[in-house]
């Protein structure tokens, strides 16, 4: 794979290249990792590339590696850059025959997401958008158990998504992650909501298997001076006519990263948090509470929950391993798709591009029904 | 003390009757235990009762007990009976110069809270209401720290208070407990949202010293049939700007009674739950999570803290020892007004009448935000 | 009931009253609360016991007391005294024919237990030896699964009961609580054995139903200049082959009072732990680990675990409660007794003088074997 | 790097294969995967290794790859058999000049132990053995909170390893993992002693910096018929005079794989346990528990442990993230030793040949006890 952005002090560039290494079906061979043509050879060099293949942009790169042989150039793009950077390199990326593993939200705006879908549907190329915690073999399991109707029709959904490290004006302190999440040019018209508050609804649409068709939202900018949104509350309807909460806050002082979705149906409830991310428990009426644990050899679980862990029960795994579940998959499919192979689907199941421009909508409706006072409004795209 | 309601078979009378045993500072001496004559006569003999005080009502047992000297006869009556039997008793009580303990919510409506209150004000009477969850030493070393100024001005307020037991039509089988609560002649306006979206409300005001100034809310009836709410989720605004969620469900099948509240202020964060009442949280931005531990000897808590413990950290006190903080205290409170001493105010905190009031505000502006499509709605009384 | 000790300030006395009251089953009629005459009468007056039935001493107390018409007399007596006080007031009130609910250890060495013990068996009076944990409803629900055999024959026990409170040499700061415990005159052979590993040791035995047959044990004196063991670990060989650990200290600094027990059989494994007293954790080969919880509703625990919660799940119950269910316990099986009626042996349940004896003799049998340089040695009587 | 043993089935092979290649430090680049050359063929084909580089044996590979020129040829060998054949590769490498990772336990016995490590000393050549759990930032957070002494000097140490999966005799059915494990010619002298209590004992001796320097054990076979011990408990004595208990075993039915270790000075305790792995638990007396969390911004945090951290704190880091930090150390001391550059000590902490010494002696000394009827044994080398 060949990857942009992700120079030195990127955070989410290095995550990105260690879930594409983890299982040793991938192989960083190029890359255009900034706009500065310096800082993008010296993290070349950093990460053992062939001078050649360290490019000065994307234009270059995407030019010069479609030049090679199948086989030899990069079989597909890793796209890693701020949001206002999502759509143009991912889109000729796709038009130049590559696949793309892009970082969410998925582009700027809602109009972006549309076109760069159409483009993923018009070329044909493989598309993946790295919605994290559905990689996590225990959020598959609940999304299974869901799906054979473990706990019946659902009736209630708690999303929540806590971070503090913006409880602070961050932004004035050249803390490079907060600047630009935090500027509307770069992150687009969602902040907090943007960031984390589209993985949340990504999250709980995945688990339930059901779409939010109405929500009624409060929008905050709660730290002074900010310019974007960074805490949100969201009452939301579902297409069955659950309903349920979504929270999403970058001011909680003192809170660490975490995200938690709890939901209950007619038969019982389900309950998965990233701060014990191998566990899901499942509750039913008049039995004791039951902690499902990931695990290689775990014959309970579901076996799409199984495929996407790597040790047997009682040794962690985290969130770079759901990370690579994601990279995994996508390298399988493309290998498949390039061989002319089928494979096992459980192994194609990674973001869409449709999920990437409900995530954009997501943000606009949301911001929409807080202007408008907290009005229900439909979520239609 | 005396006794309105519970007979055999009332949950919530026994609970009271055993926080009131628990600290060898309150004696039942009298009691009208049920509608049914000989109903309370059963329940007054299990209970050891002197059978001449034992009546066949609560008017029976005002008019009797008032006849007693003082010291011999009840010095205050805890009412536990269901919510459109609290209002009668409870103003006939007050008016014959007996102190009132008394279950919540207040009443059937905001109108008889307010008079409710009015009288307690006119006769100098004194009054609590069994809001439990301030009872726990650990809520009360929340509300400490926050006014202490732990976590700096609070910004955001999450409260939710889930339980099962209602998630199938329970009121159609005979079950006496749910058959009230869904009663709208015997519960008043709320269903879920006066049995428990009131203990939340009354919880995350009292712990954060804020009161809730607007409010949007989606009032659910999710079991179908059912004539009362039994699912709300609110957004709420407090009178220094900060926003919150307020959750109660009763239909969340498999979950056991819960109740939790996290928040956080400009500087860091406080949850406490239920589920584990000897602990509270603090988050700190820069400092590991501390968890402060219940416990007489514990000297990094308040002093209104220890003094609501029992026992030494590492030995459990749950909600009996909650409850019976709330009479302990009443009978301090009580006796001091009566020997006309004065007791250090840690001892007299407990919920009154005006808690009682804004518990009653709070469900009837809940249900007409939900009935005006999720308006934002002031909360004024 | 009368009570011997419990003066002010006192810990374990407060505990035991609250423990008697709670139910409303049991009255406290009269003391010896002190040596010291004046403290006695001034805890006497606290309490708001009659003058005259406070008393200077307990021969005091069981003297007049027996003069007293059946059901005006006390019908028991709580002794709350230091070990060393509790051999003789309790032999006297089994002679004078009073029940005895007696504070742990039983005695001060073994000969005094297996003398009380004979006494008990001559005088057929009601008799029970305060070993708390077993009062747990959870406890219990964990002694009848493996008499159910959930989890098979049992192979492996492990106990442990951490404190903290004498890592330092508290007994030289005027500590009373501290100064009798760490005193061999006062506590006997056991320091830390006594005080807690005996509970451990008991714990073990009741929930699994096995006897312990040998022991190799480490006993140690951590805090310099201490003149009784403040930390012991042991080897362990029960009556069916099984093997396991127990480890008791008082000097781990920092840690709050705790007690816990895993064991497992050939068919799964059980968890109970004071920090969580309302769970019992059941793991099974095969099947997520299940949190049974304690409730009057849960219709899945044994029947003798139900009849000894008080309230629904997730109403958090702890150590009074538990203390409570030996007390509850006592008089319903007193009461029987005086009416000569039969009661469901579930309510029977309490620890015997045979409970006390086998901890007397844990603890020599505990001392000799680290004496003989952690020799396996048999635990015969 | 090359690789012996790891071919198809093998669960540590593929372990040490994630953990080298997910930081990019490291590139597989030969192997001799099986004594069956055709499955060792097979297995590179999967690794897509080229094929001149997959050998039939490690002879062979050690033999080809010291023909190839610095740069080209492997720079160090992972090796990932059994236990019987640890020791013939492992010097074999070495004294052809190749560094050497090696699975533990380290050999077959103690005398393997002994030369494998001179042959270390002598050749000058890189070792590292994969006592996992200290690869952990927290542990390394742990110990340099000893080290700096914020819990004085230590008093008590517990540390368990629990497993269930040799509950049964699963060694007849076929497992393969099972197996050899549990046959002494395979695995030495130890079974879960080996396996999994030198997991233990290295655990214990690297967190605390203490050194064992007397035990008192009880091994037991639980499953009947089996060759090796199951089931492990030990009294131990360490050489500061601190005291305390180690248990491993592998037939708790119904236990996943974990490990724990809780210990205390005289100034406070500390807590780590594998379940949950980005914490650590500091217990001082007077303050409130700490929960010390991973995380690479984590400024509380010792310098060592944020250098073994890969994402900032609520993004769960788990087993393989702690293998890839045995890896990283050691091509990054590698490197460095090639380059003959100096680098950050924190970077060159992993295991060493010494320690794998330790745990071979650790086994024969457990074993020698528990023969002895469980003397207090001398840990000599």
Same mark, same amino acid.
């Given at each position: 794979m060949g990857m942009v952005g992700g120079g030195k002090? =990127?955070?989410i560039g290095a995550v990105h290249r260690m879930a594409a290494a983890?299982? @040793?079906?991938?192989?960083?061979?190029? @890359?255009?990792? /900034?706009?500065?043509a310096e800082r993008s050879k010296q993290t070349g060099d950093d990460l053992y590339l062939a001078s050649d293949r360290v490019y000065d942009s994307y234009d270059e790169m995407f030019e010069e590696e479609a030049k090679l042989p199948l086989g030899e150039r990069m079989d597909f793009v890793s796209i890693v850059t701020p949001n206002f950077l999502h759509f143009d390199p991912a889109k000729k990326a796709l038009d130049k025959g590559f696949g793309v593993v892009l970082d969410k939200p998925m582009t700027l705006d809602l109009a972006e997401a549309k076109e760069l879908n159409r483009t993923v549907e018009e070329t044909g190329q493989l598309f993946a958008l790295t919605h994290t915690y559905t990689g996590y073999p225990m959020v598959k399991q609940a999304r299974a158990m869901v799906a054979e109707g473990t706990i019946g029709n659902i009736r209630k959904i708690y999303v929540e998504y806590p971070q503090?490290?913006? /409880? +602070?004006?961050?932004?004035? +302190?050249?803390n490079k992650q907060a600047d630009w999440r935090t500027d509307p040019a770069k992150s687009g018209l969602g902040g907090a909501l943007g960031d984390i508050g589209t993985h949340a609804a990504n999250l709980s649409e995945f688990v339930t298997g059901l779409e939010i068709s109405e929500l009624a939202a409060n929008v905050n900018i %709660? %730290? &002074?001076? *900010?310019?974007?949104?960074d805490d949100v509350d969201v009452l939301i309807r579902y297409n069955n006519g659950a309903s349920g909460t979504l929270s999403a806050s970058q %001011?909680? =002082?003192? /809170?660490e990263n975490g995200v938690k979705i709890v939901f209950y149906g007619e038969k019982g409830g389900i309950e998965w948090k990233h701060r014990d991310p191998n566990s899901v428990i499942l509750r039913l009426p008049g039995k004791p509470e039951q902690e499902l644990r990931a695990g290689v050899e775990i014959e309970y679980l579901a076996p799409i929950a199984i495929k996407h862990c *790597?040790? &047997?029960?009682?040794h962690p795994e985290g969130f770079l391993e759901a990370f690579a579940n994601i990279y995994r998959n996508f390298a399988m499919t493309l290998r498949a798709k390039l061989d002319n192979t089928s494979i096992d689907t459980d192994y194609s199941d990674f973001p869409s591009a449709g999920d990437g421009v409900r995530g954009m909508a997501f943000i606009e409706k949301v911001i929409e029904s807080s202007k408008n006072g907290g009005k229900w409004t439909p979520f239609v795209i």
């Open positions: 002090g =990127a955070f983890l299982d @040793g079906e991938i192989e960083l061979v190029c @890359g255009a990792f /900034s706009s500065n503090g490290w913006l /409880s +602070t004006k961050l932004e004035d +302190t050249g %709660v %730290v &002074p001076g *900010r310019k974007l949104d %001011v909680l =002082a003192g /809170s *790597r040790t &047997p029960s009682g």
